[in-house]
């Protein structure tokens, strides 16, 4: 069983950046990709950014450019950059680990984008 930690949300203001880190443990040797999906108030869960263990990376179209996901195997950790954020961009993010067999989330971590 795979089990998947987010971290490194907050409040930051229009223009800023943050970097949010999702760390999975448990039987990680069957994870053939991670990623990230969002859920503002009121609004579907919608996908920011995929990465395979391949090395290919996927990403909403309204994202690119803003925001990077990366991945460090040694630390079994995938991690997202996010520059120029707006305040549409306030919502949970919410970290997934895929398998063969399933998909894992993590519980959130809470963006604000607000002066």
């Known amino acids: 069983q795979v089990q998947v930690v987010e971290s490194g949300g907050g409040l930051v203001q229009p223009g800023g950046s943050l970097r949010l880190s999702c760390a999975a443990s448990g039987l990680i040797s069957g994870i053939n990709a991670m990623g990230w999906h969002r859920q503002a108030p009121g609004k579907a869960r919608e996908l920011v950014a995929r990465?395979?263990?391949?090395?290919?990376?996927q990403y909403a179209d309204s994202l690119k450019g803003r925001f990077t996901i990366s991945r460090d195997g040694a630390k079994n950790t995938v991690y997202l950059q996010m520059n120029s954020l707006k305040p549409e961009d306030t919502a949970v993010y919410y970290c997934?680990?895929?398998?063969?067999?399933?998909?894992?989330w993590g519980q959130g971590t809470q963006v604000t984008v607000s002066s």
């Open positions: 997934y680990a895929d398998t063969a067999r399933d998909r894992t």
């Open positions: 990465i395979t263990w391949s090395g290919y990376t």
